[in-house]
């Protein structure tokens, strides 16, 4: 997960943007109407998401007595998505992602706008900044579940969660045939219960660990025959540590708890893998 910077725009602009492409006057009207409720449900998502009482907000259908939760997830994909004067937030918002990736998953590319909160049961975080990460069309919608039923369900969120500075990704080597790799969160000792509790949420929710274990499988099977061309030569073991730490020291300037990070650290310490225990290593 990474940390992005809070957006700076708020829905005060956003929203009265999109309305003004709507097409028909009465429902234009309608939805001007819901302003000061937009930017209600604004404040509410910024007060709770660093309490852990996002679960607390109220799932809502009807918006100020004659607006829809259609009606409004429609002004998102019809306005913001569709139309030039609402696609230029959209598209600022999806910018935010270091280095285009995903802040999700830090793996996949950046190509969407998925919504913290669903539009379809919160219909007035629809456009609001802050409940809309980019990510990946896989974290988009393959998340497990759509909205959180406690504290310890709330994923991360990048533009208010910072787990940057500290390690908590782990890698178990599995002496199996072919060999494979497991990955697990280890909470860091500074951290919360309740931090531990969504890190953990995180990875699960979004299938992490399943999408990093196989990522990594397929970067083994890359390097098995630079793991060997090393090993039988006159490097031998030191010489494949070597060469491990090395892409682990540079993977971990870019990001300390990717899967490549923490797969180059785990494997270069391993005394096994490195003295030939990599020959299990699918091909
Ligand atoms: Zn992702």
């Known amino acids: 997960m990474r940390k992005i910077n809070k957006p700076i725009i708020t829905?005060?602009?956003?929203?009265?943007?999109?309305?003004?492409?709507?097409?028909?006057?009465a429902f234009r009207a309608r939805l001007t109407a819901c302003q000061a409720l937009i930017n209600a449900a604004e404040d509410e998502f910024d007060n709770k998401i660093t309490k852990g009482q996002i679960h607390t907000i109220a799932i809502?259908?009807?918006?100020?007595?004659?607006?829809?939760?259609?009606?409004?997830?429609k002004l998102y994909t019809?306005?913001?998505v569709a139309k030039p004067q609402g696609r230029v937030y959209y598209d600022k918002l999806i910018s935010s992602a270091p280095n285009g990736l995903c802040p999700l998953c830090s793996h996949g590319e950046?190509?969407?706008?998925?919504?913290?909160?669903?539009?379809?049961?919160?219909?007035?975080l629809s456009v609001?900044?802050?409940?809309?990460?980019?990510?990946?069309?896989?974290?988009?919608?393959?998340?497990?579940?759509?909205?959180?039923?406690g504290p310890n369900d709330e994923t991360l969120h990048p533009y208010y969660d910072d787990i940057e500075n500290v390690k908590w990704l782990i890698a178990d080597v599995n002496r199996t045939t072919p060999l494979t790799l497991t990955y697990r969160v280890s909470p860091h000792s500074t951290w919360s219960a309740l931090l531990s509790a969504r890190v953990a949420s995180h990875l699960d929710c979004f299938n992490l660990n399943i999408l990093y274990a196989?990522?990594?499988?397929?970067?083994?099977?890359?390097?098995?025959?630079?793991?060997?061309?090393?090993?039988s030569s006159t490097e031998g073991t030191p010489g494949v540590k070597r060469y491990l730490?090395?892409?682990?020291?540079?993977?971990?300037?870019v990001n300390l708890n990717s899967w490549e990070s923490v797969m180059y650290r785990t494997l270069s310490e391993d005394d096994w893998f490195c003295s030939g225990g990599f020959r299990s290593i699918a091909s």
């Open 128 to 149: 609001v900044p802050v409940n809309l990460v980019p990510s990946c069309k896989d974290c988009n919608t393959g998340k497990l579940a759509d909205c959180p039923s």
């Open 60 to 73: 809502e259908t009807l918006i100020n007595g004659n607006v829809t939760n259609k009606e409004l997830k």
């Open 110 to 124: 950046a190509t969407t706008l998925d919504h913290y909160l669903p539009k379809t049961k919160f219909p007035r």
């Open 245 to 253: 730490e090395a892409e682990a020291v540079s993977n971990e300037q």
């Open 11 to 25: 829905a005060a602009v956003v929203f009265p943007v999109c309305v003004s492409t709507v097409g028909n006057a």
């Open 214 to 231: 196989s990522q990594a499988a397929r970067r083994l099977s890359g390097m098995k025959y630079n793991l060997e061309r090393i090993f």
């Open 78 to 80: 019809g306005q913001m």
